[in-house]
């Protein structure tokens, strides 16, 4: 079985993980109600995608 000859240095190590960080979601506005969404994904409070009304909402 294959094994490492020697151990990476804490340099080279924090060096590889510095790409793993998380990324921020990219938002954006429904044309709709103008609330924050995720794109190509239906809008979570009214119900509309590409302005067509596909999740029919309760009225309040």
Excluded: F
Aim: include cysteine; charged fraction near 30%.
């Amino acid at each position: 079985m294959a094994v490492p000859k020697r151990r990476w240095s804490k340099r080279r190590s924090r060096m590889s993980r510095a790409n793993e960080s998380l990324a921020k979601p990219n938002l954006s506005e429904c044309p709709q109600c103008h609330e924050l969404k995720l794109p190509h994904i239906v809008c979570k409070s009214c119900g509309y995608y590409k302005g067509k009304e596909v999740i029919a909402q309760a009225e309040e």
